[in-house]
Structure formats: C-alpha cells, structure tokens
C-alpha cells in the first residue's frame, strides 16, 4: 500500500498570504489528522477529519481550517499568515482505534 | 498544561547497549499509548504501541512497558544500533469514541553511539 502523501513538501510565503496544503491518506483508512511542529512548541494536534466531518480541533486560531473529501483527501487552509505559522505540517491517516501513519509532512516558510 | 511529558531530551548509549526512554502522563482518560521514532525534515514512524489493559509489549528489539498507577511508560531498545539514533516521541491518545487526536511528549533524542 502506498503511504500517506503531503504536497507540496516545500512552500515559501510572505506574511499577509494564504497557504493550502494537501494530504491523500493510505487508501482505506477514513480518518485524517493535522498537526503542526515547532522548535518551541513541538508536535501540535490541529483537527481531525472522519467521513468529511470535523471530529476534534485542537487549540488554533481560526485561520487554519481544513476539509475533507469523500475520497478522504483532506486539505488544510492558513488565511493571513504570520512569521509563527512556519512549521513543518504533518498529515496522518488511521482506520479507527489504530495506529496513525504520517506523511512526510509540508515544510511552511513564512517570510 | 502538558499532558505527556519526556523529561530527557537527550539520552546517549554505546552500541549494543539498552536504550530506555521514558515517558510520564497526567490524564487518567488516555487508554492508548504510541512511540514514534522521527528524523529530521520527515514524518513520524511508528514503532510500537500499548493498550491500558496491558502492561507489557513486545515487538523485535522494542518493548513498551506501561505502569498505570505511576501513569509512566517507557521504551526499551535492546540491543541499540547506530540506525536507531533519532528523536523518539511518546503519543497519548483517549479512547475511540473521541476520536483519533493524539497528545505527544516533547521528544527524547537518542544517540547509539558505535
């Protein structure tokens, strides 16, 4: 089976702009989480899709959001970016109650 | 408040040794318990996982062990290898019907020196 896979891997944006991220989850599994990682902050739960609903959404401001398709893709949307949203973005996909496998991630710089 | 916690961030074992990372948790609703192993600028990887009801799991050179009344978890590598060098993160995650947010330490880098 394939992994999961995140694009772009690599992104540079000035402050002000807006930023979509993809993730296409292991074919099968139906949940996919967002989570951030920072030096200062570490690794952040963001939200979590299941059947292209919002399950749990961790303690962000509204202007990351995301969505989920009914093939499990998921996207994540920061509106007006500041110089703290650099992060490295990792996406994760599990079947319920199991293990989460993680992508490679999205490496946000925010200039 | 941090929920899950990795007291050492760095931890360094000769070759061949035992590598034991540990983890301490504050939230008695956690009832599953996850280490990742991750290298810079990629994704976590799974290693190993617990459940609440078990307090011991092994799988190759890992073992998890889980001691609920203390809430502490730890990894055991045996025997460490250089290719094991890496910052390993712990994951809490409460039970399914709240879905599948998990709470991460802050990481431990592992250095297995040769």
């Known amino acids: 089976k394939a992994g999961v896979t995140q694009t772009p891997r690599y992104l540079i944006k000035t402050r002000g702009q807006q930023v979509t991220l993809s993730c296409s989850p292991i074919s099968g599994h139906r949940s996919v989480s967002w989570y951030q990682q920072t030096p200062g902050q570490g690794l952040q739960f963001l939200f979590e899709?299941?059947?292209?609903?919002?399950?749990n959404k961790g303690n962000f401001p509204g202007r990351f959001s995301g969505r989920q398709f009914s093939n499990s893709r998921s996207e994540m949307n920061v509106s007006t970016l500041e110089l703290g949203d650099s992060a490295l973005y990792l996406c994760?996909?599990?079947?319920?109650?199991?293990?989460?496998?993680f992508g490679p991630g999205t490496r946000l710089t925010v200039l | 408040d941090q929920q899950v916690k990795q007291n050492s961030p760095s931890l360094s074992v000769q070759e061949g040794r035992i590598s034991i990372l540990n983890c301490d948790y504050t939230?008695?609703?956690?009832?599953?318990f996850l280490w990742y192993k991750k290298y810079p600028a990629e994704g976590p990887t799974f290693l190993i996982s617990?459940?609440?009801?078990?307090d011991k799991n092994e799988d190759g050179r890992f073992t998890v062990f889980l001691n609920k009344s203390a809430k502490h978890l730890s990894l055991h590598i045996v025997p460490s290898q250089p290719g094991d060098s890496a910052v390993y993160f712990c994951?809490?995650?409460?039970?399914?019907?709240?879905?599948?947010?998990?709470?991460f330490g802050g990481g431990t880098r592992l250095m297995v020196k040769p």
């Open positions: 939230n008695s609703m956690f009832d599953y």
């Open positions: 994760a996909s599990s079947q319920i109650g199991y293990e989460q496998f």
């Open positions: 899709y299941f059947s292209e609903t919002q399950r």
């Open positions: 994951a809490a995650k409460r039970p399914n019907n709240a879905g599948n947010m998990l709470t």
């Open positions: 617990i459940s609440s009801i078990k």
